[in-house]
T-cell receptor, first 113, second 114 residues
Framework: GAGVSQSPRYKVAKRGQDVALRCDPI?????LFWYQQALGQGPEFLTY????????KSGLPSDRFFAERPEGSVSTLKIQRTQQEDSAVYLC???????????FGPGTRLTVL | AQSVAQPEDQVNVAEGNPLTVKCTYS??????LFWYVQYPNRGLQFLLK??????LVKGSYGFEAEFNKSQTSFHLKKPSALVSDSALYFC????????????FGGGTRVLVKP
């Protein structure tokens, strides 16, 4: 079956631009997670949704980062006024329930010039 | 706070030899432990998990991992490595007390030489 998909796969933004990253989780998966992976490092947690409810946003690095999942399926991670330090791969993961293993998408590589 | 350490940045092994990738963890409660593998330009692929029960967990592609509570370790093993096992491996922990997020180690690059 289809896995987690993310779009775009690559995004180049000029410093100060806003970007929106999309995640389509596996159908029926209740839980959705966003992670940020800097070059040469492990993924770091950003935020977590259970259905449409954002239950944990403790990992969002600043108020420029915003995530939503309005209908409990597709999620969007938005970054306003991008900075060079935002350059990273943004990974989305979903799981059937919050206790199950997470399945990851291919990621969106964001480069801020 | 939960944390994961992968003490080796890179592991080199000859094809056909045993492969071990080390992981130690720190949590306040009972750990849920995971191993993922990442190939270039691809997302993380789930290999195996430990929730409870037998300390030896078997997973995908012939990999297994041994949970050792006293040493707070969860080392990944494969009896006979393949060149195609060359990739980046991540250990992760979830502590129920810390919510549902995974905390990852820094990763270990495995290079299997023919």
């Amino acid at each position: 079956g289809a896995g987690v998909s993310q779009s775009p796969r690559y995004k180049v933004a000029k410093r100060g631009q806003d970007v929106a990253l999309r995640c389509d989780p596996i159908s029926g998966h209740v839980s959705l997670f966003w992670y940020q992976q800097a070059l040469g490092q492990g993924p770091e947690f950003l935020t977590y949704f259970q259905n449409e409810a954002q239950l944990d946003k403790s990992g969002l690095p600043s108020d420029r980062f915003f995530a939503e999942r309005p209908e409990g399926s597709v999620s969007t991670l938005k970054i306003q006024r991008t900075q060079q330090e935002d350059s990273a791969v943004y990974l989305c993961a979903s799981s059937l329930t919050r206790l199950d293993e997470q399945f990851f998408g291919p990621g969106t590589r964001l480069t801020v010039l | 706070a939960q944390s994961v350490a992968q003490p080796e940045d890179q592991v080199n092994v000859a094809e056909g030899n045993p492969l071990t990738v080390k992981c130690t963890y720190s949590v306040s409660g009972n750990p849920y432990l995971f191993w993922y593998v990442q190939y270039p330009n691809r997302g993380l692929q789930f290999l195996l998990k430990y929730i409870t029960g037998d300390n030896l967990v078997k997973g995908s592609y012939g990999f297994e991992a041994e949970f050792n509570k006293s040493q707070t370790s969860f080392h990944l093993k494969k009896p006979s490595a393949l060149v195609s096992d060359s990739a980046l491996y991540f250990c992760a922990v979830r502590d129920k007390a810390a919510g549902n997020k995974l905390t990852f180690g820094g990763g270990t690059r495995v290079l299997v030489k023919p």
